[in-house]
């Protein structure tokens, strides 16, 4: 408002929240390219990836389970009333299928995924940034980048493209047998639906797409946030919150970019 | 006392010493779910006897309504957007592989928003956003020993952090799905048109919307409103060492409330199928 008087007042708000926008969005592609560039080179902790993708992907899987199982079942009760309008019992499994496949399954998953594992890696990464632990490996002249970040984004896009991969096959299952007890629809009727050739590798592959670029997505969120904590436990809290809000939001925009990219 | 203190000699101790690991394990794990299915159910029992009869706390309920309605509602109607206009799409990319005409796909996709998406969705990310914060803040409380001080103030914590939260989360949440579901539609219409060149009129057609799917979709709005907060606010209560364990609550609360809202999603809309049909 008064830039011509010369005298440094408050920013607005408006240009101050553009410019926080503004500099995380600097952050996230300085910490992507920093990855990159030791992933590329493979300069990164081995054991660390391995410790990781048992903490992050292992560990996950009961989660993973009974969301897909529940949400197959919910996928199927969705389309009930629509199946049951046309009498298309044949349908269902290419009805439930296609949209488990293309847009659920990879996108509940990675809503968990996010949940669980992006909130706790912010966790763990603002509680040795607050306790200055990240500053004594820099000490040490080992570096954060390559010893603590680059594992974990790893670890997680891999973990979210098997968790998806391993979500698709129990959704179906779930669908299939939620068909069975609310229509009378028999999973072998539902398994046929699925693979008359109305759905294909295409739909199978687009999902799996998606979730690698979700994978990216909360990987970079989660642990820019986490790096990026200050002032103590309340901090930590603000940035797990900050993470999950920026990576949910994230994965929907891309999600609608990459389904007109991929089609 | 009321509250969640832990209690130091719960029965999955008990257990430490038995001789099957296996059969320790599995124990260990039912009995620590059976606790703490115990002890949200008392969070739960404990704030709505505070709803009922405790005073009524007008500042901190319109506080937290601008926290958790107003300061949601732009994610809210980004995400609900963006949902609208993906599922019309590829919605309309399927159902043209069967069926050529698309004059339905409006009147479907409204009673599917009615009926599930709006009210889950906005739930989901509700839990993300207000789920987290709760626990964040009632986590950095108790480890602070802010919740401790409340305490000797003779002041139940429940009645003067989680019943607010869960007043405001309760009255707010079905506006703000109403307001997410139009973004939605709208978004989807214009994908309508844009890209199947669906006429608005013909896409905006209520006749399949009944009511029982408005009663299923209002059904979950109030059950999810009272989820939310009430998880949340117990796995913030509950958290414990320093800025790890604040971070730890706050995942807690991410991952339990969104399985809550799934679970209470595939019950409410089986019990709702086999009613309404």
């Given at each position: ?73 919910i996928?199927?009760i969705q389309a009930a009333p629509i199946?049951q309008r ?178 | ?105 409006g009147a479907t996709f409204l009673q599917l928003l009615v009926r599930d998406l709006a009210a889950s ?56 799905v109403v307001?997410?579901a139009?973004?939605?539609f ?19 057609n209520m006749s399949m919307v009944g009511p029982g799917d408005l009663t299923i979709g209002l059904t979950k709005c ?43 999603n595939?019950?409410i809309s089986g019990t709702g199928y086999l009613i309404f049909g």
């Amino acid at each position: 408002m008064q830039v011509e008087t010369g005298t440094r007042s408050q920013p607005h708000p408006l240009s101050a929240s553009v410019a926080r926008f503004l500099s995380v969005v600097g952050g996230l592609g300085v910490l992507l390219s920093e990855i990159l560039r030791r992933a590329v080179r493979r300069d990164f902790d081995r054991a660390e990836l391995l410790r990781n993708l048992y903490r992050m992907g292992l560990k996950s899987l009961p989660i993973v389970t009974v969301t897909a199982l529940f949400t197959g079942g919910i996928m199927v009760i969705q389309a009930a009333p629509i199946v049951q309008r046309y009498g298309a019992q044949g349908l269902l499994g290419w009805g439930a299928g296609f949209g488990t496949l293309r847009e659920i399954a990879p996108l509940l998953t990675a809503l968990m995924i996010n949940g669980r594992v992006g909130a706790n890696n912010t966790a763990e990464l603002g509680t040795m940034t607050v306790t200055e632990q990240v500053d004594a490996l820099r000490a040490l002249a080992i570096d954060p980048v390559a010893f603590l970040v680059t594992p974990r984004f790893l670890s997680i896009v891999i973990t979210l493209f098997l968790s998806t991969i391993f979500s698709d096959a129990l959704a179906l299952l779930g669908a299939a047998y939620a068909g069975a007890g609310f229509l009378g629809v028999d999973p072998g009727v539902f398994y046929r639906g699925l693979t008359t050739g109305l759905l294909g590798f295409g739909d199978v592959a687009h999902g799996l797409a998606k979730s690698i670029v979700f994978g990216c997505v909360i990987g970079l969120s989660s642990c820019h946030f986490g790096l990026a904590t200050s002032g103590g436990a309340p901090g930590v809290g603000r940035s797990v919150n900050a993470t999950v809000v920026a990576s949910a939001a994230g994965v929907f925009v891309l999600d609608y970019l990459l389904s007109f990219a991929l089609s | 006392m009321t509250g969640v203190d832990s209690s130091a000699e719960s029965p999955a101790v008990a257990l430490e010493s038995a001789r099957s690991p296996i059969t320790a394990a599995v124990g260990r794990f039912c009995l620590e779910q059976v606790e703490t299915a115990r002890d949200l159910y008392r969070v739960f029992v404990v704030t709505l006897y505070y709803s009922v009869r405790g005073e009524p706390n007008r500042k901190a309920f319109f506080r937290q309504m601008y926290e958790i309605g107003n300061r949601s509602l732009i994610f809210l109607c980004i995400v609900m957007g963006f949902i609208g206009m993906i599922l019309v799409y590829q919605g309309g990319l399927q159902t043209q592989r069967v069926v050529p005409d698309l004059s339905l796909l409006g009147a479907t996709f409204l009673q599917l928003l009615v009926r599930d998406l709006a009210a889950s969705i906005c739930a989901l990310m509700l839990a993300t956003r207000v789920g987290a914060g709760i626990a964040a803040e009632i986590g950095s409380m108790v480890v602070t020993e802010q919740v401790d001080a409340l305490r000797m103030c003779a002041t139940d914590p429940i009645d003067y952090l989680i019943r607010p939260r869960f007043l405001a989360c309760l009255s707010v949440f079905g506006a703000l799905v109403v307001i997410a579901a139009g973004v939605a539609f709208l978004a989807g219409m214009w994908t309508g048109y844009a890209f199947f060149g669906i006429n608005p009129r013909t896409f905006a057609n209520m006749s399949m919307v009944g009511p029982g799917d408005l009663t299923i979709g209002l059904t979950k709005c109030v059950a999810y409103g009272a989820a939310i907060p009430i998880i949340s606010g117990y796995c913030g209560l509950t958290a414990f060492g320093g800025s790890e364990g604040v971070g730890a609550a706050t995942t807690r609360a991410v991952v339990n409330s969104s399985l809550a809202v799934i679970i209470l999603n595939f019950v409410i809309s089986g019990t709702g199928y086999l009613i309404f049909g």
